[in-house]
């Protein structure tokens, strides 16, 4: 079992930057590829970016590309999603999640764990 808890959700005007954290506990956090989706009110789950679980490869939704970053540090159990450009369109309620199938995949069914979620409201 791991646990995941985001923060750092807000409200910030177009153009701005934030940067959400993720904290796992529980099973070896190094084990798992971690990911970031979002969802918009009204509007499907959507990828957004992830990172592999020993390779820290990484791979983004063409959407962000080039605006957010992804990251992990395995001694502190966190992967952190940096967010750059911030667009009206970006929105959403963000997820971490965690899983170990198919590094690099997009696909939600392909991660087993997922935190509560944090709000990010970019205004325009």
């Known amino acids: 079992q791991v646990q995941l808890v985001e923060s750092g959700g807000d409200v910030v005007q177009a153009g701005g930057s934030l940067k959400l954290s993720c904290a796992a506990s529980g099973r070896t956090f190094s084990n798992y590829n971690m990911g970031w989706f979002r969802q918009a009110p009204g509007k499907e789950r959507e990828f957004v970016a992830t990172?592999?679980?020993?390779?820290?490869?990484?791979y983004y939704a063409d959407s962000v590309k080039g605006r957010f970053t992804i990251s992990r540090d395995n001694a502190k159990n966190t992967v952190i999603l940096q967010m750059n450009s911030l667009k009206p369109e970006d929105t959403a309620v963000y997820y971490c999640?965690?899983?170990?199938?198919?590094?690099?995949?997009?696909?939600?069914?392909?991660?087993?764990?997922w935190g509560q979620g944090t709000q990010v409201t970019v205004s325009s």
């Open positions: 990172i592999s679980w020993w390779s820290s490869a990484t």
């Open positions: 999640a965690a899983g170990t199938r198919n590094k690099g995949s997009r696909n939600g069914y392909d991660y087993d764990y």
